[in-house]
């Protein structure tokens, strides 16, 4: 049985059923309180109930079984690897490839290339081996994976500690006022629609600065930096701010260039390695794909 574990970090008492709600994004607020019931989430090693009030320090449990479908197979896709050693591989993600598989994406996923290539970490059981933070589908560029569980847990620690710094190009609609910007604005579930996020004054701490790289007619090209990594970050404060990314159809109008997805790619990763304290830093050219949108857009 796989197991997923997450340190309660707030000094803010909270229900555990309404907590887990922002962090299981595909599991309903119903679904989770049957898993306490049936004491497939635990508090510290022990059953709890669904009204427990959570404190800073709690460590969570989460046990559940991976479908029998979804045994993972190594497969031969060709993947852009940056950089590899014994403990890790930094990936330059293709725009459109799945990280990991999923019962829509049972393969042709990052994973199961990466395993055709080496041996990941287990942390994250048989489906998401390795995967240290994710990118989504339609998102290109920079990704780091842990070959081993020591990596894998170091680097777990240094992005919750804010010690991986991470940059993006971001292609969006309309002209940004000031060159240089940041958006400080919680995101959590949106209640409205559980597939999406949203800016909500409940919600966790966002933080997104940005900075203008190019401007164009009714479009702006902006490098956004994370400090936070919550789930759609840069797609959610941009449309905060009225200025959604290019081609995301989920939070931004309908009618929109044909870019196949957000135009959005992970341009820059930088920390320190792990294992040796080495500083790593890696960064990647605007991908051709946004090039080729922004030669047919108006200066």
Do not use: W
């Not at 800073?56 to 940056?82: A, C, M, S």
């Not at 994710?134 to 990596?151: M, Y």
């Amino acid at each position: 049985m796989e197991q997923k574990k997450i340190i309660y970090n707030s000094d803010k008492s909270e229900r555990i059923d309404k907590f887990l709600q922002q962090e299981l994004i595909d599991v309903s607020r119903t679904n989770i309180q049957n898993l306490i019931v049936d004491g497939y989430i635990k508090v510290d090693g022990k059953p709890t109930k669904t009204n427990f009030k959570l404190k800073n320090g709690n460590i969570i449990t989460i046990y559940y079984k991976e479908p029998e479908e979804l045994n993972v197979v190594k497969q031969n896709i060709p993947v852009d690897i940056v950089y590899e050693d014994n403990d890790l591989i930094i990936v330059n993600k293709a725009k459109g490839m799945v990280v990991h598989p999923s019962p829509g994406h049972k393969d042709g996923t990052l994973v199961n290339a990466l395993l055709f290539h080496s041996k990941l970490s287990s942390i994250n059981g048989t489906v998401r081996p390795g995967i240290v933070h994710r990118i989504d589908k339609d998102t290109s560029g920079l990704l780091v994976v842990a070959k081993n569980d020591k990596a894998h847990v170091k680097l777990s620690e240094m992005i919750a500690n804010k010690e991986v710094k991470r940059k993006y190009y971001a292609l969006v609609h309309g002209s940004i006022k000031h060159d240089y910007g940041t958006i400080d604005a919680p995101i959590a579930r949106n209640p409205k629609d559980r597939k999406e996020m949203a800016v909500i004054d409940e919600g966790k701490p966002s933080i997104t600065h940005f900075k203008v790289i190019d401007r164009f007619e009714n479009y702006t090209l902006v490098e956004c930096e994370l400090e936070t990594g919550r789930t759609h970050q840069i797609r959610v404060h941009m449309k905060y701010i009225n200025h959604p990314l290019v081609g995301d159809l989920v939070y931004g109008p309908r009618k929109t260039l044909n870019t196949n997805g957000q135009a959005l790619h992970s341009k820059s990763i930088e920390f320190n390695h792990p294992i040796t304290d080495e500083n790593l830093h890696f960064e990647t050219e605007i991908p051709k794909y946004l090039l080729d949108i922004m030669d047919k857009l108006d200066k």
